[in-house]
């Protein structure tokens, strides 16, 4: 038999903030106001047929969208091994219990039909500084999962690749999965080579091998303390009353969708037979940076102050996805609208990131 070798990756972990004084958020009510009224019980998100699927694993569980993933998996019955250092918070899953392991290793995988690999070490906007760590974070955590998938005789794997940065610029919007790919940055680099392990993995070992490529995600469990992710960060920072930090005009164009509509791509793609291997996953409409900050200020009911800073490099001026494949091959499409989706995002934030301030 072969030995199963534990493989030591480091993940994302949630950050938590100092205590602090309370203070009025100035957001509105809504019918979601409250950590148990979740996107994920939305009326139209439909239901997701697993198959004859029963055990899987999730590497990254305790990040934004393993978080998210796993109480999905878990609310439909499956048995989840949750593979992060930090056991995902216990909040976070709604009472649902997980098979914690803290290493990664094809022990962790075995009995699982689908592995998830969420996880990552970097973000773009700092991927440039820190190459040899972007590279290690993604790729070679990336081709640690496959090793240990292969080795426990997985059947697919799922892999979180970047819609927002492995086409760079000039792309043609809506962008398909088809065009030309030219990364301006070493985070985008790095999930192209990603991809292309995956897909030799597939050609090698006979791993169903599915990269989706999510545009700019945000919701629950996104800790906006961290910086990373526009939406949340900015609708932190305005609710606290403090500066937003912009870089150029606010002219950029992103994709944002709620976490919940890449959660159910996630477990759609899982039933799909096809040939496809991969789908662009995002809201297919495209929104500036200037509105999203104008979407904000009507929400708190009160300007935002702005801190200007020189356009970036690593920025690409347009990001909106073509998302027809995914429609097509296993009927998936974004069911959450975006003034919803930034509703109920202030109003996790509000709950679960403000008032443990001043608890």
Partial sequence: ???????????????????????????????????????????DSGTIDFGGISRVSVVGAGGFIGLNLCRRLLESGLEVKAIDPQKPQQEALGG???????????????GSSVVFHVAGSTEPASSNIHLREDMAGTVGLTLDVLEAA????????????SGGTVYGPGARVPTLETAPTNPVCAYGISKLAAEGHMQLAERLHGIRAFNLRVANPFGPWQD???????????LYRAMIGAPIDLWGDGTIVRDFLHV??????????T??????????????????????????????????????????????????????????????????????????????????????RTS
């Fill in 224 to 234: 906006p303390r961290r910086g990373q992710g526009v939406v949340n960060a900015f």
């Fill in 271 to 356: 039933s799909y037979s096809g040939d496809e291997r991969i789908f662009n996953i995002g809201s297919g409409n495209g929104i500036s940076i200037a509105n999203v900050i104008s979407d904000i200020e009507a929400m708190v009911d009160h300007p935002v102050e702005i801190n200007r800073h020189p356009e970036r490099p690593v920025d690409v001026p347009h990001s909106q996805l073509d998302i027809s494949r995914a429609k097509r091959a296993f009927g998936w499409q974004p069911r959450i609208g975006w003034r919803e989706a930034l509703e109920n995002a202030g109003n996790w934030i509000e709950h679960h990131i403000m008032e443990a």
């Fill in 150 to 161: 292969r080795i426990a005789d997985v059947q697919q794997v799922v892999h979180i690749s």
């Fill in 96 to 110: 649902y219990q997980v098979d914690h392991e803290p290493m990664l290793s094809a022990d962790a995988f075995s």
């Fill in 1 to 43: 038999m072969e030995e199963k070798t534990i493989l030591s990756i480091v993940f994302p972990v949630l950050v938590r903030g100092a205590q602090a004084t309370r203070y009025n958020s100035g957001l509105r009510p809504s019918r979601f106001s409250g950590y148990h009224v979740r996107m994920a019980s939305h009326p």
């Fill in 260 to 269: 919940d509509d890449v959660v159910t791509a996630m477990c759609q793609v």
